[in-house]
T-cell receptor, first 113, second 115 residues
Framework: AQSVTQLGSHVSVSEGALVLLRCNYS??????LFWYVQYPNQGLQLLLK??????LVKGINGFEAEFKKSETSFHLTKPSAHMSDAAEYFC???????????FGDGTTLTVKP | DVKVTQSSRYLVKRTGEKVFLECVQD?????MFWYRQDPGLGLRLIYF???????EKGDIPEGYSVSREKKERFSLILESASTNQTSMYLC??????????????FGEGSRLTVL
């Protein structure tokens, strides 16, 4: 079984501030982990993914995430928020041997000028 | 560029109507998925398919069926639409290489309103 918990359905930061979006997962096998971003009226697109090669994963638009097995976490960070980062972010986990992904409930990021 | 195309961005249907949502991908991906997205509930998997003519139930298949007659096309069918099926529907595809399955590629979504 697999599940994802995203802490905080809404996060608000000032432009230039650190972005931290939290994700904890549960998986019975070593997981594949993903962060996706959804801009208004669009589908989801991949931000970054963890596939066991390296624990610190860098993605597009300056985002990165660190896989911490002991904490079962895969938090998303960006050192300096930009107005264009305002979107909804989804963490997802996938069992290694199956194609189904389980998504968290999503976190809406607001960036204040 | 990878592309997943959903036939309708916005649909309005009446209760009891049969509804078809079409999805086409041009990446020769083996796997295709239909998700439903509702505020505060994230994405929930309705059905998925690993190959032509194969389908498996996801987490919320009740009230839905699917069809995959060709590799590139995956259709979601609401046999008799109900108001609680008003939602955003997202189609996605992914590839499998050996034992590894890649990330999901999504269409732009179909927003269905059932009156």
């Amino acid at each position: 079984a697999q599940s994802v918990t995203q802490l905080g359905s809404h996060v608000s930061v000032s432009e230039g501030a650190l972005v931290l979006l939290r994700c904890n997962y549960s998986s019975s096998v070593p997981p594949y982990l993903f962060w996706y971003v959804q801009y208004p009226n669009q589908g989801l697109q991949l931000l970054l993914k963890y596939t066991s090669a390296a624990t610190l994963v860098k993605g597009i638009n300056g985002f990165e995430a660190e896989f911490k097995k002991s904490e079962t976490s895969f938090h998303l960070t960006k050192p300096s928020a930009h107005m264009s980062d305002a979107a909804e972010y989804f963490c997802a986990v996938r069992n290694t041997n199956a194609g189904k992904s389980t998504f968290g409930d999503g976190t809406t990021l607001t960036v204040k000028p | 560029d990878v592309k997943v195309t959903q036939s309708s961005r916005y649909l309005v249907k009446r209760t009891g109507e049969k509804v078809f949502l079409e999805c086409v991908q041009d990446m020769d991906h083996e796997n295709m998925f239909w998700y439903r997205q509702d505020p505060g509930l994230g994405l929930r998997l309705i059905y998925f398919s690993y190959d032509v003519k194969m389908k498996e139930k996801g987490d919320i298949p009740e009230g839905y069926s699917v069809s995959r007659e060709k590799k590139e096309r995956f259709s979601l069918i609401l046999e008799s639409a109900s108001t609680n099926q008003t939602s955003m529907y997202l189609c996605a595809s992914s590839m499998t290489s050996g034992r590894i399955t890649g990330e999901l590629f999504f269409g732009e979504g179909s927003r269905l309103t059932v009156l």
